[in-house]
């Protein structure tokens, strides 16, 4: 019998019950006599949306290309000040500057991991970690003078979408909520295609990447622009969700918890993340009572965590291909190799030309080309 | 006949050591060619100066009348040539078919948006690789075991798929680096009939083989390296008693 989790639509069940159950939490938690109407059991949710949304961006670099990057946060600044600066100088609504906030934190990431890209593992993660602390003290210092410095910018607007004001806990939990809702289906949807896999090649092997054809350098500057695009995006619903933002919410332990989000619910993997997300920011508020001990027993499970279980607690899972129908379809199949010089073996009948698949783009040349240019 | 590879006076060194000093040879299309020589004569270092691997200090890759010299390796893999590694270098934690996909990868054309939103075109090209994947399991005899992952393969059956991964490049030209290694008898015997099969698709194999039963079987021509240099090129019948050679492989007697 299969595992339940290799049957083929659990991915999708799962995923449309867990959102299903996330979208009645709101209701839930406002009846259940909670102190406020649940709105700080709202507000947590939404601190675990916004870094579930952060994980999934750096998973794509973490996770899925392998690529080591403790700077994280930069990104998430970089968009987070675009909509900040935007919104209090040129009062453009939050929603405009949500892309133009993923494109800075994306143009950004390009103009400082391209040179940096032939770094491996922990090299790259040094570096990584001198570009957050950099753009921190940038933000700090108030180069240039648009930043604010410390004080940070306030006053930032509330998104508006179709004149309706996003304003309590419970409208920007369906705010942020349903931007990751998109952002997974969307990953899943990357994660099981050609881009997905080539990440995935990338980060297994590159050499052997590249020795198949793969523009090694050229996915691994991808992966860190479509995480950085994401990571401002979220940035954006930081700002506006705050009102306030300073670069304290952008230090460096920001990207280390982003980091232990990926590997601690399991990396690559999409609910795996999502887990994490849960478990880094909702358990210790669930345990506030226990006071400063938390972190110390947090710190403790964290340890435990890698020692039995390094692959994280959701790990990924395998794609799912339907080629069972072309199992024996061809001949000389079944393990067994052909005899010597067996005919079964021209190109001609073995595979049809016109079964190939016709995939536009440069083909090597073929025999007769090489003839007609000799 | 043509020629489809020429390497013309390759020079690489490490540090002191000369690997490959003034190699040149050329490939003829559709043969078989076997490189061949002591170990640390420099045969990984060429087949690792054509793919782009390696930079030359000096000379000239040409491949079918265009210059590939300092080209990168993706490149040359999507100008038609593939290869396969002496320590095998499969995605050992991914599955047998997703290791033969990442061979049709430069052979598709989704880019990014086309493969976040999964439309038609990325559907229809995502299901003809799979197809052509399948093919080329099965050409080399691994269709079976498409959903195993490649760690979980037997040695001989890795190498195989290393081949059926190369193949799905779609290439012209084929560089295997000690197909041989590690397989029995048996499974070498099959293996000249599949290198047989990939020159009668069209396909020029450029192969390192320390089996001399199989290079003296399969390969039409042989060029024999030591201390980076040619020594001799030829049938294998003259290679055989070539006293260069046997020279190089058994040593000088003493005068």
């Known amino acids: 019998m299969m595992e339940l989790t290799q049957q083929r639509y659990f991915s999708l069940v799962s995923g449309a019950v867990f959102f299903a159950f996330m979208a009645a939490l709101p209701l839930i938690l406002s009846n259940i006599g909670l102190d406020g109407d649940g709105r700080y059991h709202i507000g947590v949710l939404n601190d675990i949306g916004l870094y579930a949304l952060l994980g999934l961006s750096l998973n794509i670099i973490l996770g899925d290309a ?17 909509t900040a600066m935007l919104n209090t100088k040129f009062a453009i609504p939050i929603l405009y500057t949500l892309p133009l906030a993923g494109c800075v934190a994306a143009f950004f990431a390009f103009l400082v991991t391209m040179p940096i890209l032939r770094l491996r593992g922990d090299y790259l993660l040094v570096v990584t970690i001198g570009i957050v602390e950099i753009v921190r003290i940038v933000l700090t210092n108030d180069v240039g003078g648009a930043t604010g410095g ?19 806990p419970t409208q920007f939990f369906y705010l942020i909520w349903g931007f990751v809702a998109v952002t997974v289906v969307v990953f899943y949807a990357l994660n099981h295609s050609r881009f997905g896999r080539a990440l995935n090649y990338v980060k297994q092997d590159e050499l052997a990447a590249a020795g198949n054809g793969i523009d090694t350098y050229r996915y691994k500057l991808m992966a860190f622009v479509l995480g950085a695009f994401w990571a401002g995006m979220a940035g954006t619903l930081y ?6 933002i300073s670069p304290e919410a952008f230090s460096f332990s920001e990207s280390v918890l982003l980091f232990a989000i990926v590997i601690l619910g399991g990396a690559g993997s999409i609910p795996g993340v999502i887990l994490g997300a849960f478990m880094l920011i909702g358990l210790p508020e669930l345990f506030r009572e226990l006071a400063d001990a938390r972190m ?37 199949a079944a393990g067994s190799l052909c005899p010597l010089d067996n005919p079964v073996f021209t190109l001609d009948s073995h595979v049809p030309e016109q079964d190939l698949p016709l995939f536009d783009g440069p083909r090597p040349l073929r025999d007769t080309e090489l003839d007609e240019k000799a | 006949m043509s020629t489809i590879l020429s390497l013309q006076n390759l020079i690489k060194t490490f540090g002191g050591l000369m690997a490959v000093a003034g190699v040149s040879f050329d490939v003829e299309d559709h043969s078989i060619v076997g490189l061949i020589g002591p170990n640390g004569a420099g045969k990984t270092t060429v087949f690792n100066l054509i793919t782009g691997n390696y930079r030359p200090d000096s000379g000239t890759v040409i491949f079918a009348r265009r210059g590939i010299t300092n080209m990168p390796t993706h490149k040359i893999v999507q100008l038609g040539i593939a290869r396969t590694f002496q320590t095998i270098r499969l995605f050992q934690e991914m599955s047998v078919l997703e290791n033969v996909l990442s061979g049709c990868h430069c052979r598709m054309r989704a880019g990014l948006f086309a493969s976040m939103f999964h439309t038609p075109g990325q559907r229809k090209e995502e299901r003809l690789a799979v197809q052509r994947a399948m093919r080329e399991l099965a050409f080399v005899g691994l269709d079976e075991q498409y959903t195993n992952l490649a760690k979980n393969l037997s040695y ?33 015997q099959d293996l000249m009939g599949l290198i047989r099969a990939i020159r009668s698709r069209g396909i020029t194999v450029l192969l390192i083989e320390h089996d001399m039963h199989l290079v003296m079987e399969v390969c039409e ?32 007697e003493d005068d």
């Open chain 1, 296 to 332: 110390m027993f947090f710190g403790l499970a964290m340890v435990l965590m890698m020692i039995f279980r390094p692959q994280g607690f959701l790990p990924t899972r395998r794609r799912r291909y339907h080629a069972k129908q072309e199992v024996g379809k061809f001949s000389c």
């Open chain 2, 156 to 188: 001989g059956n890795q190498r195989l798929l290393e081949i059926a991964r190369a193949l799905a490049t779609e290439p012209s030209f084929l560089i295997l680096d000690e197909p041989a290694g590690g397989m029995n008898t048996q499974e070498t």
């Open chain 1, 66 to 82: 392998g690529l080591f990057s403790m700077g994280h946060g930069a990104f998430y600044a970089m968009g987070a000040y675009t």
């Open chain 1, 239 to 244: 700002a506006s969700k705050m009102k306030f």
């Open chain 2, 221 to 252: 021509k042989l060029v024999v390296l030591e201390y980076g240099a040619v020594i001799a090129e030829g049938g294998p019948e003259e290679i055989k008693t070539n006293p260069q050679v046997i020279k190089a492989y058994l040593g000088a």
């Open chain 1, 150 to 168: 410390a004080n940070g910018i306030a006053n930032i607007a509330r998104p508006e979408i179709f004149g309706y004001r996003i304003i309590t």
